[in-house]
């Protein structure tokens, strides 16, 4: 993406916007954010957008970065601290029962521990996270790209879209946070379940021990404390039916940059 010039100028007017408008939704005191006309112009505007940034950009990889690039804290973003209660088992036992699944529509459910996730085909990617509060860290990342783990498991024809689940309760009514991408991003190469940071073992406060890195999207779509990867031939049935947590609080689902 830093070949071509338009594509930075593209990536900083987006996330700035972006930025405007998470902030208010953050806060829940903006009006507009409140307001059904806004939203309803925000929803109309999206797939057009979706489809713009897709003719621009197509495949592209998203920019990767020398070693020398990368920033000396990783800032969290989201939930840093989970404590549901299968969590904090899981921690206290060093993530030793961890199992990431994955399931819906697929020939093959699967299941791995970190040990079968390590001996996986893996990745690795030194790339920029760009939040939507408007702030942006490099970091190295190492996983399994996600095609491999949908090619073992195989979808079903009338397979769609990928949601993650996680095992994080980011609201106060205990609502765990959920994302997902469609297929097309899904196999993008630069799709990973990572589980290295920065050549050590995943932090807590960045996903430990499993979490998405969806290179091209905004860093609400990294979904955080990943357990279960569910192909599924559409999301509307799944918690508020927009295709994650703050995309069912008025957020955009495709977040692209």
């Known amino acids: 993406m830093a070949s071509e010039p338009m594509v ?7 996330r700035g916007a972006m930025a405007v408008a998470g902030a208010g939704m953050l806060a829940g005191c903006d009006a507009l954010s409140r307001s059904k006309g806004f939203v309803g112009l925000l929803e109309r505007a999206e797939p057009l957008t979706m489809r713009a940034q897709r003719l621009l950009s197509g495949d592209r990889l998203a920019e990767e970065f020398p070693e020398s690039m990368i920033s000396p804290v990783f800032k969290p973003n989201g939930s840093i601290n989970p404590q549901t209660p299968e969590y904090l088992a899981l921690k206290a036992g060093g993530f030793a029962d961890y199992r ?3 399931r819906g529509l697929v020939q093959e459910p699967l299941e791995f521990s970190l040990d079968a996730l390590h001996a996986l085909p893996q990745r690795t990617q030194v ?3 760009d939040c939507v509060e408007g702030w942006s860290v490099i970091g190295k990342w190492q996983g399994v790209p996600l095609s491999h783990l949908l090619d073992l498991a ?6 769609r879209y990928v949601v993650f689940h996680c095992l994080d309760d980011i609201a106060a009514n205990g609502s765990r ?6 297929l097309q991003d899904a196999y993008h ?3 990973i ?3 290295r940071l920065n050549d050590a073992p995943l932090p807590v406060a960045n996903g430990a021990p499993v979490r998405m890195r969806i290179e091209r999207k905004l860093g609400y779509k990294h979904a955080k404390y990943v357990h279960t990867i569910e192909v599924v031939d ?3 049935a799944i918690a508020g039916g927009r295709g994650g947590f703050w995309e069912d609080r008025n957020y955009d689902w495709y977040a692209g940059i």
């Not at 195989?154 to 397979?159: D, V």
């Open 8 to 14: 930075p100028s593209r990536r900083r007017l987006l």
């Open 100 to 102: 990431l699944r994955v």
């Open 127 to 129: 790339t920029r996270h």
């Open 154 to 159: 195989r979808p079903l024809p009338g397979a």
């Open 177 to 182: 946070y959920y994302e997902s991408i469609d």
């Open 189 to 191: 190469p630069q799709t």
């Open 193 to 195: 379940a990572a589980h």
């Open 234 to 236: 559409s999301y509307a």
